[in-house]
């Protein structure tokens, strides 16, 4: 039901078993796999990191009707790997097990789950290029781009072993003098954790980190569409003294899974980051049994270019937070507001810039920018193409499929766009960068702010008032200035509005894992 319903991808359903789990299928509907991507998968065979089952109460298991489910690459369209096809009954054993784990898990020390998490960071690091190679086979970003996750993905393993001894409670002056009032903090208990397949290993260290830390236990729902990343991580994580049962893995059905998750009473909450239509469904779902809810939805980041900004920073600022993972994250620029006077010179040097970007495999080298994820995601960008240029919007580059077919997509820049197309008002999440103009800063504020969501936001000016001015009128919860890069394991991410509920990362991501219970010791004057 929730999952499935408006899921940001198409999730394919589950097949019968064909062949042994671990092998590797190239189906004949299939292209021959390529040499690069088949001696990859071959390595990280042999490495043991090419997982294909799910992971209960701390074993490999298939689905129980032994259904799977195939995952692509999407640069070719080959078969990496089948992959259990899970549902609720594997899902409600996973909870069971996480249930029982959280009494060991959240007794030991601070210190004690730290070392673990230590070691599993630097078990992510020690693997970093078959993690890498991995995510750019399942999900398609270049080999640079994902080991750039990967490394930005075990940060916050790091990040949350370190903070897991800083979860202090108070101690409250208190109202009489007979009582003294404690508040503590403790693990919240079991966590449904549903992650996307935009970045397949960070999206779920950014959650699994400060759950294990605070002495929670997790089941993992990666996306269907790239669950190798996250099984892999999650071999490593057992390999690192991660307990059966703290960490599970399922992935299939997504919505027998989500379901499964949702009406658990064990579940004490819910994580997920995703379109806004599907966090929307699953905050409903959690109602019933209360469950605190942690969500990071869509975005529709605009990126502001003010007359006196320094054009290069300007260009390379948007460029990156345009194009990065081929426009495919929430907190990508979906709207460049460009200022009058800059306007112009801003189109052809940010059009230039973006001429340079090299479309390809992944594993070329020089590739700067991959696939998009599957036809649905090139189909969604075409069509706000047609809609945005049938209203009056002028190409002036790519615009069209890109001649290496697949999923590949011309980087496009589209100018003389308005607050009245598709583009303007829903996230594009495909290379595209739409040129909006604005007269005075009041109007860029106003866009800016028109729109349902608040994720991200960037500003370009060399006016440090108007910098302030800016970032403090915009409702957004992360604002990056002169800067299009902003995402750190040590800095909170997470939207307001309909962007989302809560934040991942830094010290307030390890809040929503946790509960505060106040003592009140009565009596206290009596010898
Ligand atoms: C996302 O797209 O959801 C996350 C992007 C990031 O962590 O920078």
């Given at each position: 039901m929730v999952i499935g319903a408006a899921a940001r991808v198409a999730i394919g359903g589950c097949r019968k078993l064909v062949s042994s789990h671990t092998s590797l299928l190239v189906s004949s509907q299939c292209r021959q796999m390529s040499m690069d991507a088949q001696s990859v998968s071959e390595k990280l065979r042999s490495s043991g990191l090419l997982r294909t089952q799910g992971l209960i109460g701390g074993k490999w298991i298939d689905s129980y009707d032994n259904k799977t489910i195939k995952v692509n690459n999407p640069a070719t369209g080959e078969i990496i790997a089948d992959v259990a096809c899970m549902g609720t009954k594997e899902t409600n054993d996973a909870i069971a097990s996480s249930y029982e784990a959280f009494t060991s898990w959240s007794r030991l020390t601070a210190g004690e789950r730290s070392k673990v998490l230590r070691r599993w960071y630097d078990l992510l690091i020690a693997h970093k290029e078959e993690l890498g190679q991995l995510i750019t086979l399942e999900q398609g970003k270049p080999l640079k781009e994902a080991i750039g996750e990967v490394v930005y993905g075990a940060s916050f393993i790091e990040y949350y072993a370190e903070e897991a001894k800083r979860v202090y409670g108070d101690i409250i002056p208190s109202n009489l003098s007979d009582r003294r009032l404690l508040v503590l903090k403790q693990p919240i208990g079991v966590v449904g954790a549903i992650a996307p397949w935009n970045f397949p290993l960070a999206m779920i260290t950014r959650k699994v980190g400060p759950a294990l830390a605070s002495g929670c236990t997790v089941v993992v729902k990666p996306s269907e569409l790239t669950p190798l990343t996250a099984l892999a991580a999650a071999e490593l994580a057992l390999q690192a003294g991660v307990p059966p049962g703290a960490l599970n893995v399922v992935m299939g059905n997504a919505p027998e899974i989500g379901d499964a998750l949702l009406s658990s009473r064990q579940v004490r909450k819910i994580t997920f980051t995703g379109s806004t239509a599907v966090g929307k469904k699953l905050m409903a779902a959690a109602a019933p049994t209360v469950k605190k809810v942690s969500l990071e939805l869509g975005g529709n980041a605009p990126s502001i270019v003010f007359d006196d900004a320094d054009l290069d920073v300007a260009v390379k600022g948007t460029l990156a937070a345009k194009f990065r993972n081929s426009g495919q994250t929430c907190v990508c620029a979906n709207r460049v507001l460009v200022q009058d006077g800059i306007y112009d010179k801003f189109a052809a040097a940010f059009s230039e810039a973006v001429q340079k970007l090299e479309v390809g495999d992944g594993f070329k080298e020089g590739t700067t920018q991959g696939p998009l994820i599957n036809d649905a995601a090139v189909q969604k960008v075409e069509s706000f193409i047609q809609d945005a240029v049938s209203k009056g919007a002028k190409i002036i580059l790519g615009g069209k499929r890109h001649s290496?077919?697949?999923?590949f997509y011309e980087p496009t820049v589209i100018r003389d766009v308005s607050d009245n197309m598709l583009m303007s008002k829903e996230e594009i999440f495909g290379p595209v960068a739409p040129l909006i103009r604005f007269k005075t800063e009041e109007d860029a504020i106003r866009l800016a702010n028109d729109t349902i969501a608040g994720l991200a936001a960037y500003i370009f000016t060399n006016s440090v008032q108007r910098s302030w001015r800016v970032f403090e009128a915009l409702e957004y919860g992360l604002v990056g200035v002169n800067e299009g890069l902003i995402s750190t394991e040590v800095a909170p991410f997470g939207g307001v509005k309909q962007s989302g509920l809560g934040r991942e990362g830094s010290?307030?991501?390890m809040d929503e894992y946790l509960e505060i219970k106040y003592v009140c010791l009565g009596d206290m004057n009596r010898h």
């Open positions: 290496l077919g697949m999923t010290k307030y991501g």
